[in-house]
């Protein structure tokens, strides 16, 4: 198959790029005609993309001007830029001396970068792609300091400063209102905590298909996350043959004498997510709280195809919970282990098992496996590479719970998923999607696949259920049912 031509790529990256800029334009001002524009642009590709955008900017009647901080630019765009009639700055620190380049202003150019960019409308961040090295230096750091409060910021393949491959952000980050992508979405546009720099992201088709199917052949990607038709795809849908036991039976191994809601919310996430049948082990009074709020839960040890362990549990009580944990984990039979089991872990876990920490309690796993002085700040900052070394030292995979949640299994497979508002911040939260990852697993979904549309179907439930304004964990379990029947109608 022919290759398209580098220039032909450049060409229909800038032109969505341009559009992303107009558009933002048109929202800030009411008209594009007549705004003003200032292009940060470093010396690769992302800042010729950036230039060649410009030059298409010019001719639709925007003030367009141009601050290179490499002293140098791609060449071809910075000629069709100026040729516009577009005009650029040398940063003092990147020119070192240097002349400016040909067709630029003349003058001091602090004075002239710092007015340009106090009557930006939008400010367009061509300054590093996916080749360069994250973080910005002092010089750029300073120039990013400079920019206005509130004024868009349009990023160019990615936000520069983040980790292309990790997203982690090891110094300043140029934080985008919108990143147009090109091709496929970069790791760092899926991964926390550098997808909160991203902004709104939009992937911009360029021709890339034929060579990234070529690329993708017989690997998996990076990073992935599913959309409402894998989502459909894989929710279990009973046939006609099933009866309770072949939907799946959820064992819960939740609460105790104080925290008796972690049971009922685990137990009623699990109903309401499809089990065939729920079973509840506990003491009598959290087994008591459970019977009267689901009735359909069925109380005592029995049959079960999946557990769900440790919400509300306290790995030292003497309630029998603990050793009720232990067994379900020897037991080989797929088990979310969440909360306080998570201490209950033996070294190495047998069978398909689902850790599904927060940052606070993936951070005292590892420190409690030899990984050091591991805090939870450690785990914000660098969420993939903490998740990673879990799944490693268990022989678990790992739901990584945040505003972007992350499942990464031994062998290396990543998918983030960011469905929830900011409200599902809340207490009982983690308990609701402990019981639906449970009923999933008890269906036959593998941990991987169990954990990723779990997270993505509990954050579109708390969605439904917020409708922008506060929640509580049991409006999440109330809002299962029409949340899943979304998905399978319209899918």
């Given at each position: 198959?022919?290759?398209?031509?580098?220039?032909?790529?450049?060409?229909?990256?800038?032109?969505?790029?341009?559009?992303?800029?107009?558009?933002?334009?048109?929202?800030?001002?009411?008209?594009?005609?007549?705004?003003?524009?200032?292009?940060?642009?470093?010396?690769?590709?992302?800042?010729?993309?950036?230039?060649?955008?410009?030059?298409?900017?010019?001719?639709?009647?925007?003030?367009?001007?141009?601050?290179?901080?490499?002293?140098?630019?791609?060449?071809?765009?910075?000629?069709?830029?100026?040729?516009?009639?577009?005009?650029?700055?040398?940063?003092?620190?990147?020119?070192?001396?240097?002349?400016?380049?040909?067709?630029?202003?003349?003058?001091?150019?602090?004075?002239?970068?710092?007015?340009?960019?106090?009557?930006?409308?939008?400010?367009?961040?061509?300054?590093?792609?996916?080749?360069?090295?994250?973080?910005?230096?002092?010089?750029?750091?300073?120039?990013?300091?400079?920019?206005?409060?509130?004024?868009?910021?349009?990023?160019?393949?990615?936000?520069?400063?983040?980790?292309?491959?990790?997203?982690?952000?090891?110094?300043?980050?140029?934080?985008?209102?919108?990143?147009?992508?090109?091709?496929t979405a970069k790791p760092c546009l899926l991964l926390p905590p550098s997808d909160r720099a991203a902004g709104r992201v939009d992937v911009v088709d360029i021709g890339l298909g034929p060579a990234l199917d070529r690329a993708l052949a017989g690997r998996a990607p990076a990073v992935e996350r599913l959309e409402s038709v894998d989502l459909a795809a894989a929710w279990p849908v009973p046939g006609a043959g099933d009866d309770k036991y072949r939907r799946g039976v959820v064992g819960v191994v939740a609460g105790g004498h104080l925290y008796t809601g972690a049971a009922v919310l685990a137990c009623g996430a699990a109903v309401r997510s499809g089990a065939g049948m729920v079973r509840y082990v506990g003491p009598q009074e959290p087994t008591d709280r459970?019977?009267?709020?689901?009735?359909?839960?069925?109380?005592?040890?029995?049959?079960?195809?999946?557990?769900?362990?440790?919400?509300?549990?306290?790995?030292?009580?003497?309630?029998?919970?603990?050793?009720?944990?232990?067994?379900?984990?020897?037991?080989?039979?797929?088990?979310?282990?969440?909360?306080?089991?998570?201490?209950?872990?033996?070294?190495?876990?047998?069978?398909?098992?689902?850790?599904?920490?927060?940052?606070?309690?993936?951070?005292?796993?590892?420190?409690?496996?030899?990984?050091?002085?591991?805090?939870?700040?450690?785990?914000?900052?660098?969420?993939?590479?903490?998740?990673?070394?879990?799944?490693?030292?268990?022989?678990?995979?790992?739901?990584?719970?945040?505003?972007?949640?992350?499942?990464?299994?031994?062998?290396?497979?990543?998918?983030?998923?960011?469905?929830?508002?900011?409200?599902?911040?809340?207490?009982?939260?983690?308990?609701?999607?402990?019981?639906?990852?449970?009923?999933?697993?008890?269906?036959?979904?593998?941990?991987?696949?169990?954990?990723?549309?779990?997270?993505?179907?509990?954050?579109?439930?708390?969605?439904?259920?917020?409708?922008?304004?506060?929640?509580?964990?049991?409006?999440?379990?109330?809002?299962?049912?029409?949340?899943?029947?979304?998905?399978?109608?319209?899918?």
């Open positions: 198959m022919e290759e398209v031509p580098e220039g032909a790529l450049m060409q229909r990256a800038a032109a969505g790029l341009a559009t992303a800029v107009l558009e933002e334009l048109r929202s800030a001002r009411g008209r594009a005609y007549g705004g003003r524009v200032v292009l940060l642009v470093g010396a690769g590709s992302n800042g010729g993309d950036a230039l060649w955008a410009g030059a298409r900017l010019l001719r639709r009647g925007v003030r367009v001007e141009a601050v290179l901080v490499a002293g140098r630019a791609h060449e071809e765009g910075l000629a069709a830029f100026l040729g516009a009639g577009g005009r650029s700055y040398s940063t003092p620190v990147s020119s070192r001396g240097s002349p400016a380049p040909i067709g630029s202003s003349r003058g001091d150019p602090a004075t002239l970068i710092t007015e340009a960019l106090r009557g930006a409308d939008v400010v367009v961040d061509g300054l590093l792609g996916i080749g360069g090295r994250p973080g910005l230096g002092d010089d750029v750091a300073a120039l990013v300091d400079r920019l206005p409060d509130g004024v868009p910021v349009v990023a160019v393949d990615l936000p520069s400063g983040v980790d292309p491959d990790t997203g982690e952000c090891p110094g300043p980050v140029l934080r985008a209102t919108r990143t147009v992508t090109f091709g459970v019977r009267a709020r689901w009735p359909e839960v069925v109380p005592g040890e029995g049959r079960v195809q999946a557990w769900v362990l440790g919400p509300g549990v306290d790995p030292d009580a003497g309630d029998g919970q603990p050793d009720a944990v232990r067994g379900a984990l020897a037991s080989g039979l797929p088990c979310v282990v969440d909360a306080g089991a998570l201490a209950l872990l033996p070294d190495r876990v047998e069978g398909p098992v689902l850790l599904t920490p927060h940052a606070g309690e993936l951070a005292r796993l590892l420190a409690a496996r030899g990984g050091g002085a591991v805090e939870r700040p450690d785990v914000e900052s660098a969420p993939l590479r903490h998740a990673r070394r879990a799944a490693e030292l268990t022989g678990a995979t790992v739901l990584l719970k945040g505003a972007t949640t992350l499942v990464v299994t031994p062998d290396g497979r990543v998918r983030s998923q960011a469905d929830a508002p900011h409200w599902m911040a809340t207490a009982g939260s983690g308990d609701v999607l402990a019981g639906l990852a449970g009923a999933l697993l008890a269906a036959g979904l593998e941990p991987l696949d169990a954990g990723s549309v779990a997270a993505a179907v509990h954050g579109r439930a708390g969605r439904r259920a917020s409708g922008g304004g506060p929640i509580a964990a049991d409006d999440v379990i109330a809002a299962l049912r029409a949340t899943v029947v979304d998905l399978l109608t319209s899918s």
